[in-house]
């Protein structure tokens, strides 16, 4: 069994800065590759971003590329997700999630979650 859990989420103006981190336990976290994901009032939960299990491997959605920075410290078995330049349209929870196999951007593919953490943006 593997613990994930989220920090880092607040409220933030516009145009600001937040680090969110995504601490692991229970098992060895390099053998992971992981994602976090996003969820809104009234929608469904989306990809963000996604991480390869050594880290040399990254990929984006859309809507933050540019903006968020996924990144990883297998020796301190910790996630993070840089978010820059946030928006009032970033405003969700943002979830943490690993996986076995390669990586990947559909939510039901992770085999464990985090609880989350919420980010608001204010215009």
């Known amino acids: 069994q593997v613990q994930l859990v989220e920090s880092g989420g607040g409220l933030v103006q516009a145009g600001g800065s937040l680090r969110l981190s995504c601490a692991a336990s229970g098992r060895t976290f390099s053998s992971y590759g992981m994602g976090w994901f996003r969820q809104a009032p009234g929608k469904e939960r989306e990809f963000v971003a996604v991480?390869?299990?050594?880290?040399?491997?990254?990929y984006y959605a859309d809507s933050i590329k540019g903006r968020f920075t996924i990144s990883r410290d297998n020796a301190k078995s910790t996630g993070y997700l840089q978010m820059n330049s946030l928006k009032p349209e970033d405003t969700a929870v943002y979830y943490c999630a690993i996986r076995s196999g390669t990586i990947a951007t559909m939510a039901r593919e992770y085999d464990y979650w985090g609880q989350g953490t919420q980010v608001t943006v204010s215009s």
């Open positions: 991480i390869s299990r050594s880290g040399g491997y990254t």
